[in-house]
């Protein structure tokens, strides 16, 4: 079976600061997908970033990279310099390749609070 | 550019009463999903569908129904509500792997 697994459930920042948030998979497949969703205090799922496994490079969006590490399926988020607007909730998801077509599996998910 | 749509965005229900939970997407993507987030986890697949007159059940399907019967539309029907689905719901559309999601309903059954 495909997990996620989120091990922090709570972090905070300084403002301006660097944090990493982790995430693990277990899955079978080769070549997929893996993304980062923030969930705000609005509650709206906003897509940060996604990954391609079969791409090396580690995928960067502005203040959001990726540490993408497939041999050990992990997949970590690095947030860099920090704003009060990145708190939110943090969610790795991943493609349930086995079962529903294109469901994404979350993890539990990651607090953050950035500090002013 | 609307993207995924969702309507209402709260509602509170009676035990037993029925609603629909409205989803519009603007993207002609094929693939939809209905998922509901319980307090402090992750989201889970209630059901979703492949295409037009196309759907199955995800992950925790009992007590809704769905329908779609254009790209567009994919509603969410709850028949005889129970305080165990009280939950934050959302819809959300795919395209080329990636799935975007919309802002969520809100319902509260007492």
């Known amino acids: 079976a495909q997990t996620v697994t989120q091990s922090q459930p709570e972090m905070s920042v300084q403002e301006a600061e660097t944090v990493t948030l982790s995430c693990t998979y277990d899955t079978s497949e080769n070549n997929y997908y893996l993304f980062w969703y923030k969930q705000p205090p609005s509650r709206q799922m906003i897509l940060v970033i996604r990954q391609e496994a079969y791409k090396q490079q580690n995928a960067t969006e502005n203040r959001f990279s990726v540490n993408f590490q497939k041999a050990a399926k992990s997949f970590s988020l690095k947030i860099s310099d920090s704003q009060l607007g990145d708190t939110a909730m943090y969610f790795c998801?991943?493609?349930?390749?086995?079962?529903?077509?294109?469901?994404?599996?979350f993890g539990k998910g990651t607090k953050l609070s950035v500090k002013p | 550019n609307a993207g995924v749509t969702q309507t209402p965005k709260f509602r509170i229900l009676k035990i037993g009463q029925s609603m629909t939970l409205q989803c519009t997407q603007d993207m002609n993507h094929n693939y939809m999903y209905w998922y509901r987030q319980d307090p402090g986890m992750g989201l889970k697949l209630i059901y979703y569908s492949v295409g037009a007159g196309i759907t199955d059940k995800g992950e925790v399907p009992n007590g809704y129904n769905v329908s779609r019967s254009t790209t567009e539309d994919f509603p969410l029907r709850l028949e005889l509500a129970a305080p165990s689905q009280t939950s934050v719901y959302f819809c959300?559309?795919?395209?080329?792997?990636?799935?975007?999601f919309g802002p969520g309903t809100r319902l509260t059954v007492l």
């Open positions: 998801a991943f493609p349930d390749y086995g079962g529903s077509q294109g469901n994404l599996i």
């Open positions: 959300a559309s795919a395209g080329a792997d990636t799935q975007y």
